[in-house]
């Protein structure tokens, strides 16, 4: 099981994405839970990127909520740090 690791800007834009909303918090919440137990649940959507964001994945939370992060594999072990969060416009 991967360990999710937070970034700065990502609880910046966590923050400011959910501000207010529960149901968005709760859906946003729900997809970090998903992502720590299988990163490619069916239901996540999880997808690589390319372009300038090559090396980088996304993964859905929703109709119009994407969470972007970064895959680390090593020495057995593994990370997903978390780099934002939001609408489909704001992160690609």
């Not at 999880?46 to 090396?55: R, V």
Request: hydrophobic residues 35%; contains cysteine; aromatic residues 8%.
């Amino acid at each position: 099981m991967p360990q999710l690791v937070s970034t700065p800007r990502f609880d910046r834009a966590y923050a400011r994405h959910v501000k207010r909303d529960t149901a968005r918090r709760d859906c946003v919440d729900e997809t970090l839970a998903r992502l720590a137990v299988n990163p490619l649940d069916p239901r996540l959507k999880t997808h690589p990127l390319s372009g300038a964001l090559a090396g980088h994945f996304a993964c859905s939370c929703g109709y119009d909520c994407r969470v972007l992060f970064q895959w680390h594999r090593e020495a057995g072990r593994e990370a997903i740090i978390l780099i934002t969060v939001g609408t489909h416009d704001s992160i690609y």
